[in-house]
């Protein structure tokens, strides 16, 4: 983002993110990881949208995906991306930060738990409602807050509440619109195709910079009754590749891409767009 101009609203530009950011880990091959790479390796490839899921666990985030431990913790994840914007401070990071499974052994809230850790180092974050501009956030991260909250604002917000399962669906309040295609439960890889797509067409033909679009490309097939996530990724990570190579769509508006196993190549098409 630091060749990018200060005025571009992050509504308007096309960035590269990953669902489940930090799944890495599965107790049998298939049914829980979504990432090959680790934080660090994301920022460097040029990852900008994170998709953070966090257990209260005594009082601290634990990374989870469902109910499967990622033998990570929080602290570890934002100091990555700590270190990275010291690194490079013209970049701006979008943290979807989504509390996941119940708190065990907690005291606090998971909001208040969050809170404590904003305020290690408040000067690091944007917790507006709006979609910023991109000169107002270099340097930080701005959160898509995904739990339910007292206080407001804190962050855009799409809390459980409101964030519709399986669905392609619209989060509007008074200060920012949510466009958001998370249809992750697959019968069949050329409709859930048609779902991002869709989501595409309508961020390609949108100039609005309150609404922010994010296409999960990502999601499951069930066999043998068990979850199995690259019989998707790998089909659609394919149309992916050969949708941002096609000539037509050149420097195109498509929002945040959100996706399962992320390669620096394909990082780089998506970013390409801008």
Not at 195 to 212: C, K, N
Request: with cysteine.
């Amino acid at each position: 983002m630091a060749s990018l101009p200060d005025g571009a609203n992050l509504a308007t530009l096309t960035i590269p993110g990953t669902h489940d950011s930090g799944a890495q880990h599965e107790p049998a091959a298939g049914i829980a990881q979504t990432q090959n790479l680790t934080f660090v390796d994301q920022l460097s490839a040029g990852v900008r949208y994170f998709d953070v899921r966090c257990r209260n666990f005594d009082d601290q985030f634990l990374i989870y995906h469902g109910s499967i431990d990622q033998s990570q913790t929080y602290d570890d994840v934002l100091a990555a991306m700590y270190s990275f914007l010291d690194a490079h401070p013209k970049e701006t990071i979008i943290i979807s930060v989504k509390e996941e499974l119940d708190a065990q052994g907690a005291t606090m809230s998971f909001e208040q738990v969050f809170d404590n850790y904003v305020a290690l180092h408040p000067e690091r974050w944007y917790l507006g409602a709006t979609v910023p501009a991109l000169g107002d956030v270099r340097g930080k991260l701005v959160l898509l807050r995904r739990f339910e909250a007292l206080a407001s604002p804190l962050g855009i917000a799409g809390p459980p509440t409101v964030w519709a399962d399986n669905a392609t669906f619209t989060i509007t309040d008074d200060d920012a619109t949510l466009r958001i295609e998370d249809n992750y439960i697959v019968t069949d890889d050329s409709v859930k195709w048609t779902y991002v797509t869709s989501l595409f067409g309508e961020a390609r033909a949108s100039s609005d910079p309150a609404t922010l679009y994010l296409a999960y490309t990502s999601g499951y097939q069930t066999i043998m009754s068990l979850p199995n996530i690259p019989s998707v990724s790998d089909t659609i990570n394919a149309m992916v590749d050969s949708f941002l190579a096609d000539p037509a769509n050149a420097h195109v508006h498509l929002g945040i891409a959100v996706m399962d196993f992320v390669t620096a190549a394909r990082v780089h098409a998506v970013l390409s767009t801008n």
